[in-house]
């Protein structure tokens, strides 16, 4: 079984897993858990070896899409005791790009390579509604660069409510309203920097986007991208590391940043903190040799912790 985790839901719990049965296929398996680890029941859901799995904030949902041309390369499915195929929804297919949840698991945006967004929310019952189409033209341009070979990686981030993301390799943002579709702000030009996208988290209100990177995390206004700190840039003395794994906000508009180092074995890791400082503080704060006059600037205190224990 190849990257086995276990999740839990509805107070049981489970262990997923894919496992290759050919060149082309692989099937993605799920077992029930019992005291002792004891496995109860199973269910297994095939898949190509080129579709990707994505699996819903709280585990209630997993989508599976593909970029080949046929009638399951785009399937959504729901647990409930058992794993349970939905149907009777609009299917984009094999068009898909990339996928994001809302943080909270209720809805998911679907990137295109026709250059739109749809979103769709998730109800009980496997009832999957399509609740708008969002058409780019930045977007479409990105997946004819990628269909033509000359294109780099494009993501879509669902940080929140207030803002859709849209990332590409090349080292651009384009930041949508999920519910009008029209466009909030946009920046650039961020490949020269090599301040590259992996990934997006919101504030406990939505109002502060985290933007990070494999070594980097940047503050931003979620409605008009602004600064709202000097880049926070990673590396850990005498190894190369792996970057940045998680970020993930706290109570009190505080960060905890999770890099992990080139081993993945030696169990070791750094846990980061940042916390929002005080009026007297922000005028002479420096994160990472950047001033940040403003008061929506951050410090940092390190804490050097091993990753099994942050798990």
């Given at each position: 079984?190849?990257?086995?985790q ?32 004891t ?5 297994q ?13 709280g585990f ?23 794993i ?12 898909v ?27 009980p ?38 803002v ?14 999920p ?15 090599n ?14 986007l985290a ?23 990673f ?18 508009d505080?960060?905890?940043?999770e ?26 704060a ?8 403003s ?5 940092n205190a ?10």
């Open positions: 079984m190849v990257n086995p276990f999740f839990e839901l509805d107070g049981i719990r489970y262990l997923s897993g894919d496992v290759v049965t050919g060149n082309q296929s692989a099937s993605l398996h799920f077992c029930r858990v019992l005291a002792r680890n496995v109860d029941t199973c269910w859901v095939n898949r190509t070896a080129a579709s990707r799995t994505f699996f819903s904030p209630r949902n997993l989508l599976i899409a593909g970029p080949e041309v046929y009638a399951d390369s785009f399937r959504v499915f729901e647990f409930i005791d058992q349970r195929a939905c149907s009777g929804f609009e299917n984009p297919g094999e068009r790009i990339d996928i994001a949840f809302h943080p909270a698991g209720k809805r998911v945006a679907v990137a295109l390579r026709q250059g739109e967004v749809w979103i769709y929310s998730l109800e019952g496997c009832r999957i509604v399509l609740q708008r189409k969002i058409f780019n033209a930045n977007l479409a341009q990105w997946a004819a660069g990628a269909r033509n070979n000359t294109g780099q990686l494009i993501a879509v981030h669902f940080p929140t409510a207030r859709l993301l849209l990332t590409h390799g090349a080292g651009e943002i384009i930041a949508m309203d519910e009008t579709g029209l466009p909030k702000w946009s920046q650039s030009g961020r490949h020269a920097a301040r590259l996208v992996s990934a997006a988290t919101a504030s406990n209100d939505g109002a502060t933007v990070w990177g494999s070594r980097h995390i940047e503050l931003m206004h979620a409605d008009t991208g602004t600064m709202l700190s000097g880049v926070m840039e590396s850990e003395p005498g190894k190369m590391g792996r970057g940045l794994a998680r970020v993930k906000w706290l109570s009190g505080a960060l905890e940043a890099w992990e180092t080139s081993s993945a074995s030696d169990g070791t890791g750094q846990r980061i903190f940042y916390r929002r400082l005080g009026p007297d503080e922000a005028a002479t420096f994160v990472h040799g950047v001033s940040t006059e008061l929506t600037g951050y410090s390190a804490e050097h912790t091993p990753l099994a224990e942050l798990r």
